[in-house]
């Protein structure tokens, strides 16, 4: 026997659809993007239905720092991932996200992914909440580096090594034997010696303050928020949905699946996103708002 619809369940995909038609062509849209807006670049959510999250807990900023085998775990599995990550390309959801922006419709885009897809399709200011695994930082000296000149390095130090095809996840790492981990060489910053981190937030660490108190402004100068692909299951980023909330703006979350701001969305919809954002594209390019 069916389920009856939950509370907070989609809209019809047409009604929600023409709603949040509405809500762009009013301009001053804030987007938030997650993982779900990735999927169709080929880089996998790990939160979501066949996400790794389910097999392993992501490494925390504690056990990082803490620890010199949970780093070699960490830049092993990272080295065999980052290619998949490099590799990716931006997909018809940031294409629209940027065209949507291009026409004044949105007014900043901040996303939790660290793949830097929205930077690639033109969106270069997008904020970057969780930072970005294209850059590399030194904990001693603080200095930022390319990762990829990171990855010439590593590939340098260990020459030998071979991943044979293992699962990839969204943090841009894959899933490793343990010989393999164990034989790996980690590189450390050439300025200073210091330890090397991803230029992303852990769990278990905070996003910098004046990055989180910039996406409270642009949510502040914001009309309303419209949330692309994320399940909202960190307060990094459920916090922006319960802010605008709050101020009484209209939340329009597009996602496949549950999320955690479902009870503050105005209007929800659980589309595929590449299809759902171009034909929002096409619809307010094709009658533009007076
Ligand atoms: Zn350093």
Same mark, same amino acid.
């Given at each position: 026997m069916p389920e009856p619809p939950a509370a907070g369940a989609s809209e019809p995909p047409d009604a929600a659809l023409g709603e949040i038609g509405r809500l762009l062509a009013g301009r001053g849209v804030v987007v938030l993007t997650g993982a779900g807006l990735s999927t169709e670049s080929?880089?996998?959510?790990?939160?979501?239905?066949?996400?790794?999250l389910r097999r392993r807990t992501p490494m925390t900023y504690q056990e990082f720092v803490g620890s010199a085998q949970a780093r070699r775990r960490y830049w092993a599995r990272s080295h065999a991932g980052w290619q998949s990550i490099a590799r990716a390309r931006p997909n018809a959801g940031h294409r629209a996200v940027e065209e949507l922006r291009r026409g004044g419709l949105v007014s900043a885009v901040i996303t939790q992914? @660290?793949?830097g897809l929205h930077r690639a399709a033109?969106?270069?200011?997008?904020?970057e909440l969780h930072g970005g695994l294209d850059r590399v930082l030194c904990l001693g000296c603080r200095r930022t580096s390319t990762r990829a000149d990171l990855d010439r390095r590593l590939h340098a130090l260990n020459d030998a090594f071979r991943d044979e095809g293992s699962p990839k996840n969204a943090d841009g790492d894959a899933e490793l034997p343990d010989a393999l981990v164990a034989a790996f060489r980690v590189a450390a910053c050439r300025a200073c010696g210091g330890i090397l981190k991803p230029d992303v937030v852990f769990?278990?660490?905070?996003?910098?303050k004046p990055r989180v108190r910039h996406c409270f402004d642009l949510v502040d100068e914001a009309r309303a928020l419209l949330v692309l692909?994320?399940?909202?299951? @960190?307060m990094s980023g459920l916090r922006f949905v319960r802010h605008a909330a709050r101020a009484g703006k209209p939340v329009a979350i597009v996602n496949q699946g549950e999320t955690r701001g479902d009870a503050y969305a105005t209007v929800r919809v659980g589309l595929p996103l590449g299809r759902t954002l171009t034909a929002l594209a096409d619809r307010l390019a094709a009658a533009p708002p007076a």
């Amino acid at each position: 026997m069916p389920e009856p619809p939950a509370a907070g369940a989609s809209e019809p995909p047409d009604a929600a659809l023409g709603e949040i038609g509405r809500l762009l062509a009013g301009r001053g849209v804030v987007v938030l993007t997650g993982a779900g807006l990735s999927t169709e670049s080929g880089i996998p959510d790990y939160r979501g239905p066949t996400g790794s999250l389910r097999r392993r807990t992501p490494m925390t900023y504690q056990e990082f720092v803490g620890s010199a085998q949970a780093r070699r775990r960490y830049w092993a599995r990272s080295h065999a991932g980052w290619q998949s990550i490099a590799r990716a390309r931006p997909n018809a959801g940031h294409r629209a996200v940027e065209e949507l922006r291009r026409g004044g419709l949105v007014s900043a885009v901040i996303t939790q992914n @660290v793949d830097g897809l929205h930077r690639a399709a033109g969106t270069l200011d997008a904020v970057e909440l969780h930072g970005g695994l294209d850059r590399v930082l030194c904990l001693g000296c603080r200095r930022t580096s390319t990762r990829a000149d990171l990855d010439r390095r590593l590939h340098a130090l260990n020459d030998a090594f071979r991943d044979e095809g293992s699962p990839k996840n969204a943090d841009g790492d894959a899933e490793l034997p343990d010989a393999l981990v164990a034989a790996f060489r980690v590189a450390a910053c050439r300025a200073c010696g210091g330890i090397l981190k991803p230029d992303v937030v852990f769990f278990g660490e905070n996003v910098p303050k004046p990055r989180v108190r910039h996406c409270f402004d642009l949510v502040d100068e914001a009309r309303a928020l419209l949330v692309l692909g994320s399940s909202l299951a @960190v307060m990094s980023g459920l916090r922006f949905v319960r802010h605008a909330a709050r101020a009484g703006k209209p939340v329009a979350i597009v996602n496949q699946g549950e999320t955690r701001g479902d009870a503050y969305a105005t209007v929800r919809v659980g589309l595929p996103l590449g299809r759902t954002l171009t034909a929002l594209a096409d619809r307010l390019a094709a009658a533009p708002p007076a």
